[in-house]
């Protein structure tokens, strides 16, 4: 109690105010926000998975496409195009963010042609990925059935 008075008094001599922290600039790497997003994820609680997913986002494109596959599982689907179309938009490099977007399209059954070209990209990124290339090949098969029904 002392101690608060003697700042308060101080303040009040010297006009000052109380000094305040800032951060400048956020001691967490992109990749360390993707895992604790992932970490937050699988616990449940989506709110801090979000944060740290956004945050990623701003230097990742990673972070949309895991932000996407979050509001995918939620249903989300609008949602979740929004974010892989960032994700792309931001790196056309990123496979699994094609695969993921033409995979939206495969569940709701609507832009099949469009979802068959962007698991085309995805598999032209990943050829000399085995074990992508047999999971967009998955992705492409199920689109060619759908398209045929």
């Known amino acids: 109690m002392f101690l608060r008075l003697l700042i308060a008094s101080f303040l009040i001599i010297t006009g000052c105010s109380m000094p305040q922290i800032v951060v400048l600039n956020d001691p967490l790497?992109?990749?360390?926000?993707?895992?604790l997003g992932l970490s937050y994820e699988k616990k449940g609680l989506i709110d801090d998975a979000k944060k740290h997913y956004e945050e990623a986002s701003k230097s990742d494109a990673?972070?949309?496409?895991?932000?996407?596959?979050?509001y995918f599982n939620q249903k989300k689907y609008d949602m979740a195009e929004e974010c892989y179309k960032k994700a792309?938009?931001?790196n056309d490099k990123l496979s699994d963010a094609y695969n993921n977007l033409a995979w939206l399209y495969y569940i709701k059954g609507e832009r099949l042609e469009e979802a068959e070209e962007l698991v085309k990209k995805a598999l032209e990124l990943e050829k000399n990925n085995p074990d992508k290339v047999k999971i967009y090949l998955d992705t492409f098969e199920k689109i060619k059935i759908k398209k045929q029904e």
Not at 64 to 70: D, I, M, S, W
Request: no cysteine; charged share 20%.
């Open 29 to 35: 790497t992109a990749e360390e926000h993707l895992q």
């Open 62 to 70: 990673r972070g949309y496409l895991f932000l996407g596959n979050l």
């Open 88 to 90: 792309i938009h931001k």
